[in-house]
């Protein structure tokens, strides 16, 4: 069992890193090695990563890929993505190639819209609360008139604020629901700024206001929602039924069963949180290349894929009169200023590689690449099954595991090229290549 410590964040960097390496690792020094060796050489550049978060002890790397030839409302992209799964960026450039020589994809922001909530409680009479609320309403917004003035220049600002009676969900819990236009940014920073502001204007109103009783009113928290259903994007592709015709698979085969797998995600939650994943797996990549908040996106998402009471596909799919479309219908709430975007030297190379889009355009190009490796899954679950693709991109990671030479790997990524690279069957060819004796499972 560790000994507690006091007091670690105030420690120097090297303090702590002497202090996890001795007091968490059997082999400091190996543990220090490992640490340091991410360490950048730039000292002002490894600062400014430091200072990210909060006892930074080393960088952690993911790979930083491009998938080219995304052709988006005609204009064509290389989307970078930060993503450390094999296969995830090959099937999104997949996918793209084959869109874009069928129009490509199409994008419409339906809302730009986030919101933030100031829960209450209030145990009075709540009447005089509803009677008098555009009074309270002015006065929120007299209250946030500065705090809002550079967002209303941009074109944002508040957009509406709800007084919600929520007793029946919770018994004397109302809220404010304070609905935003934050333009370019994300908003977080802002919305909760506005939001205390707020908190404390509701105070002070039931205080003045001799039809309320101060001593009712409890505020609980002054937060945004992650859950932006009026920030949301649709993007999609469509060609004739005709031209899908894959991996020995009809045209009319694969669309009759590409619709039945989104289908089935509608149908099985257990298919739809994989299905998701999938979907995720393209959204993420470019969220973290970004420098926007992966986290924040994955909860809207999934929010929004049980919106109906039962979790389901955020994608869908119809084929109609010898037409196949194919689409997603998603949250998301990004930022091209503020947050890392100016801070972090890949995400600024990220955005001048998209052109430098605003909030707008990113959500289109965020919804696509969800899209398109949605796109690239199912073809490969309706047709070959998913392990020819992704193992064989996966290959290089099981030959590096087993320590294999430069030329090793080359010979066995030959011996598999037409074969799927099970990972048993190339730990068994490689022992064989080697002459040495195939270790039993476990060792
Ligand atoms: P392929 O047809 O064997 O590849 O596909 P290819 O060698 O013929 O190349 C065709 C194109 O694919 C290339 O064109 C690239 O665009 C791309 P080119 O650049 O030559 O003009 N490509 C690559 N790009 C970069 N590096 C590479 C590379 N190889 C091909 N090394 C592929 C292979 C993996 C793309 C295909 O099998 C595929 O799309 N599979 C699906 C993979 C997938 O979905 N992976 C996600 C991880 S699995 C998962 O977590 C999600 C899942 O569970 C979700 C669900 O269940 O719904 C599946």
């Known amino acids: 069992m560790k000994d507690p410590i006091k007091g670690f964040s105030k420690l120097s960097k090297a303090a702590k890193l002497e202090w996890l390496v001795t007091n968490n690792f059997e082999d400091a020094e190996a543990a220090r090695t490992v640490l340091t060796a991410y360490w950048h050489e730039d000292e002002a ?7 990210f978060i909060e006892n930074t002890m080393s960088n952690f790397y993911m790979p930083y890929g491009v998938a ?70 002015q006065e929120l917004l007299q209250a946030t008139a500065e705090l809002t003035a550079n967002m209303v220049a941009r074109g944002g600002g508040i957009t509406s604020i709800k007084l919600i009676d929520a007793t029946d969900r919770l018994e004397d819990y109302y809220q404010l629901e304070v609905t935003f236009e934050t333009c370019d940014s994300m908003g977080a920073n802002f919305i909760n ?6 908190a404390k204007c509701l105070e ?4 003045n206001h001799e039809r ?31 031209e899908l015709a894959s991996e020995g698979v009809s045209a009319t085969e694969f669309a009759r069963k590409f619709k039945r797998a989104i289908a089935i995600a509608n149908a099985e939650p257990y298919r739809a949180t994989t299905h998701n994943k999938g979907i995720m797996n393209g959204i993420d ?48 709430s990004l930022g091209v200023v503020g947050g890392l975007t100016k801070l972090h030297p890949l995400v600024v190379k990220s955005l001048e590689m ?90």
């Open 285 to 332: 990549g470019v969220i973290i290349a970004t420098g926007n908040d992966f986290r924040a996106v994955e909860a809207a998402c999934h929010t929004h894929a049980s919106r109906s009471g039962s979790y389901k596909s955020l994608t869908g799919c119809s084929v109609e009169n010898g037409v196949f479309t194919f689409w997603i219908e998603i949250p998301l």
């Open 354 to 443: 998209l052109g430098n889009p605003g909030a707008e355009e990113l959500m289109g190009i965020v919804a696509v690449s969800g899209l398109a490796q949605n796109f690239a899954a199912l073809r490969a679950l309706v047709t070959t099954g998913i392990q020819k693709g992704h193992m064989k991109m996966h290959l290089m990671n099981i030959l590096t595991q087993l320590e294999a030479s430069s030329e090793e790997k080359i010979h066995i990524a030959n011996y598999f090229k037409d074969k799927v690279p099970h990972h048993r069957e190339v730990v068994n060819y490689f022992c064989e290549l080697r002459g040495v004796p195939v270790p039993k499972v476990g060792q």
């Open 204 to 207: 002070n109103f039931t205080d």
């Open 193 to 198: 700024s506005n939001l205390e502001e707020m």
């Open 45 to 51: 550049l490894q600062k400014r990563h430091d200072e």
């Open 68 to 137: 080219p030839n995304f052709k988006i409302n005609g204009k064509l992209y290389t989307v970078p993505m930060a993503i450390e799964e094999s296969s995830v960026v090959a099937a999104a450039a997949k996918s793209a190639a084959f869109w874009m020589t069928r129009g490509g994809f199409k994008t419409e922001v339906l809302g730009t819209e986030k919101i933030g909530h100031v829960h209450f409680m209030y145990t009075g009479d709540a009447s005089a609360l509803k009677e008098d609320f555009s009074s309270l309403e």
């Open 212 to 242: 309320l009783d101060a001593n009712s009113l409890e505020v609980v928290m002054r937060i945004l929602s992650n859950y932006t259903p009026r920030c949301i994007v649709r993007a999609g592709v469509s060609c004739p039924v005709e």
